[in-house]
């Protein structure tokens, strides 16, 4: 089912009425007599009262609207009407049809009840404002505060030698556009025996996000510091290594692929404070290598919103 956040009316309907004509007259004559409000219609045995009426769910509506049939031409209508402090208000209307009456007639004459009913409540309901664990931008939820995630990262320490391998990241969302992150990374150099273990922090905010938070496009600093050390085999070994610090930019970018689970992907470029030299060969033919202090990097991987 598809997720719901912030609706003006949810409408809760038996299975059996849920898709077809009654829900989708009942959907029309809405939108042509209330304009193009936020609305959903539900089967009442996957919404359950506890979805929208418990304090701290997920599903918030202004109004919610339920369908009850007492028999095959008697039914009636309750209008809730949610307050923000978690009071609510309801009301009834009970309907009667004919045999003859079509689904498509009796879904008209539901949401004809409706609107009526709607009517009845002040204006004062129909501005009741979003919870305050939502964003005031789009009515959508603030994005969860804590992140848990794994990439998989490149990061070109000299030509020819791109060091790879994991990091795991926590990331802790400070507002719904800014979030702090740390991080652990082990990369291995294809070349020269490379090895780097450190650690990082960063903060980035996201400068383009959808109304939902699912998606976004962050800018950030990010600051690693790090033990690299590298190493020539043979008749003549060299080895350096060095403790190690680098600052600099980086782009992030997230899309939300199902639920929680995002995939992530960074590219950045980084300072590094100091720069190792590796000399390789012999009295005749020797070779030095000095390691570049600016270094891009990049990264992908998936995280999880707890």
Not at 37 to 56: N, R, Y
Request: one cysteine or more; a neutral charge.
């Amino acid at each position: 089912m598809t997720e719901l956040a912030s609706l003006f009316l949810l409408v809760l309907l038996p299975p059996a009425d849920a898709t077809g004509e009654t829900a989708q007259a009942i959907q029309t004559t809405l939108r042509s007599m209330l304009g193009e409000v936020t609305m959903a219609v539900a089967p009442d045995s996957v919404v359950t009262q506890a979805m929208w009426m418990k304090e701290g769910s997920q599903l918030h509506a202004h109004f919610v609207a339920h369908l009850v049939w007492k028999d095959r031409n008697r039914a009636s209508v309750d209008l809730v009407a949610l307050g923000a402090n978690g009071t609510s208000q309801t009301t009834r209307r009970e309907l009667s049809f004919t045999p003859q009456d079509d689904k498509a007639e009796r879904g008209r004459a539901v949401a004809l009840v409706i609107a009526a009913l709607l009517r009845e409540f002040p204006a004062a309901a129909w501005l009741r404002p979003p919870p305050a664990d939502e964003v005031a931008v789009g009515g959508s939820r603030a994005p969860p505060s804590i992140v848990l995630g794994g990439m998989f990262a490149f990061e070109r320490a000299r030509t020819g030698n791109w060091p790879m391998g994991p990091a795991l990241l926590y990331d802790l969302s400070l507002s719904d556009s800014f979030h702090v992150r740390a991080c652990a990374m082990a990369l291995i150099g294809n070349l020269d025996g490379y090895r780097r273990i450190g650690v990082g922090l960063g903060a980035t905010w996201d400068f383009l996000r959808s109304r939902d938070g699912h998606h976004a496009l962050g800018a950030g600093l990010e600051l690693d510091g790090f033990h690299e050390a590298t190493s020539s085999p043979g008749d003549h070994p060299s080895n350096d290594s060095t403790l190690n610090a680098a600052l600099g930019p980086a782009l992030e970018g997230r899309v939300t692929i199902w639920r929680s689970l995002r995939l992530i992907g960074e590219a950045g470029l980084r300072l590094n404070l100091a720069r190792m030299t590796l000399t390789v060969g012999d009295d005749f033919d020797r070779r030095s290598y000095t390691y570049s202090r600016w270094r891009p990097v990049f990264a992908v991987g998936l995280e999880y919103a707890l």
